[in-house]
């Protein structure tokens, strides 16, 4: 008996009973093919994903709900490469907290390498209670870090841990008081963090520690004692985490806040001098390759200023850069210059950072190194919210990384 060529023969012992099956069929149960096996073995599969930068590896995700679970496995995301470049800024439009919030993102992608290409900004609003039987909620961003958010809405008053790479939320726990001053994110290990918050009770300063990676987290007063009361001498909106330390800036010429979140102890440095004879407010105060950068209002001299830099020490600010817009803005008087982000470079001897400002109506990147500069796109700002923005830039302009973290608050 002959068979068509896409067939074969499955000879049992009993002749009588024999099965026609295709060759196709065969081949899948015989032939095995060594990049599914490589594919289907979790720890393979982790261990390749951790070679590739997190934007590319979060995209997998959509693959099949195996590839999910994988990828947010807390195993590969404490190996993940996280970009060191924040990838995006938000800047709040809207003044008043109960307003129609509405934020300007501008992406900032290619910019440390010194792409040529024009960027498209885009206008963006959180609503992160539409699934909560609440709509047109406006939310602000209190403090970002590391590729997630805190924000929180007026009406009703909630605080939610946000990563926009994700668009995952979850909402942290109601903090018995009726004065937050301040919330702020503290890494204390890849895919470990910690939330800390300053609030008021009773005119006394009380510091609280939330630990989402605990099974059960809670707010746990930490029963510092602050060196110094009154909200007019430390900005505690303006919070810095740079290895497990929280620092925060002085209103006055001299002084520095920092809490130590790993120990849990507060510490005040009243003796720490800046370059200038007065203080008038903060343009920036960030993060760059593990050193505090500032920079102040009374440097701004027409087109230039500078950035001051903190010694490892906390015994003074020194002037890292000077920088000078002059080629590109030609006028001596004072200008109104925006420090939107700190762009630190991969390079982790050379200090190839870029730096993010806004300046009449353009937004324009320069670079340290060379000192060039090149324009990214158009941007205008209401009289209004360029006072806020040039008097209380913590509360208004907020950059981020893309991160595929998901931001848990239990440690199942």
Known sequence: MKFPAFC??????DQESMAVVPVRSVRRRNVSDPSSEVLETTDLLQQILAKLPAKMVFGFTLVSRYWNEVIIDPKLVCHLKVPRNPTA????????????????????????????ARIRRSTVSLNLLENENFTNVPFVIEHSGNGLMICSSCEPRCYFLYNPTTKKRVRIPELKTSVVISMHISFQATGRHKIVAVYSNSDKLQLHVLEPN??????????VDFPVLGLDVVNYGYGVDIDGV????CYKSRGLMLFNVREETLQWLPEVPQPYNKFSGITYFGECKGNLRMVVNSSMRGPTFDMLELKPDHSMWFIKYHIDLTPRVRRTNRLPILVLALLPGEDQEEDDSYLIIHILTEVLSYNFKDASMRKLCDLCFRPTEYLYLRSEPWNYVHSYLQNPTYPRLTAS
């Not at 074969?8 to 012992?13: P, Q, R, T």
């Not at 605990?214 to 029963?223: E, F, L, V, Y």
């Open 8 to 13: 074969s023969v499955d000879k049992s012992e």
């Open 89 to 116: 800024v938000f800047v709040r439009r809207s003044v008043m907290h109960n307003d129609n919030v509405k934020f300007t993102h501008i992406p900032l992608e290619g910019v440390a390498g010194g792409g040529g």
């Open 214 to 223: 605990k099974s059960i987290p809670h707010w746990r007063n930490t029963g």
């Open 246 to 249: 929280i620092y925060w800036p």
